[in-house]
């Protein structure tokens, strides 16, 4: 094999491999949108189906959200919100649950649905310190002596 038959070879080699392209993950993107009718979620799904790579769109028109679930990323799906007029931002709320102090400054919210506050990324709000934790678990329900405590 001479220098033409390796650069054949290099050629053919090098055009078989392809350069691969991230694929995107499967994704769930929440937005808070304002919606006041039935004519506005259904606009609003109409758009949010158009994204590429959206598998499904559900809409809540009580708690004023959408979700897309698919091969999307966030930008673009409220990008597409945003197309429709309404004014609309990514989904702010976390289960009550997820956050040590509820009730704490920013991140009580009354406009939250049922069950969720604002998320936080303050520690001393997102997670309680070993005191704290210590006299919550004192009087918890799950706590089988908190009523002798009590």
Known sequence: ?????TLEYLSEVLSSVKKSK???QMATVSVKIRMDCEGCARKVKKA???VKGAKSVEVDLK?????????????????????TGKKCELWP???????AHPYAAGVYDKKAPPN???ATTDPAVAHLDPVEEQ????????NPNACNIM
């Not at 708690?63 to 945003?82: C, D, H, R």
């Not at 709320?93 to 956050?99: A, D, F, G, K, R």
């Not at 006299?135 to 799950?142: A, I, K, T």
């Open 116 to 118: 969720f506050v604002r």
């Open 1 to 5: 094999m001479g220098v033409s038959g």
């Open 63 to 83: 708690q004023q959200k959408a979700t897309v679930t698919g091969f999307v990323e966030a930008k673009k799906v409220l990008k597409a919100a945003k197309g």
């Open 135 to 142: 006299y919550s678990l004192m009087f918890s329900d799950e």
């Open 93 to 99: 709320y976390v289960p009550y649950s997820m956050v």
């Open 48 to 50: 949010l189906s158009a």
């Open 22 to 24: 991230k694929k995107k």
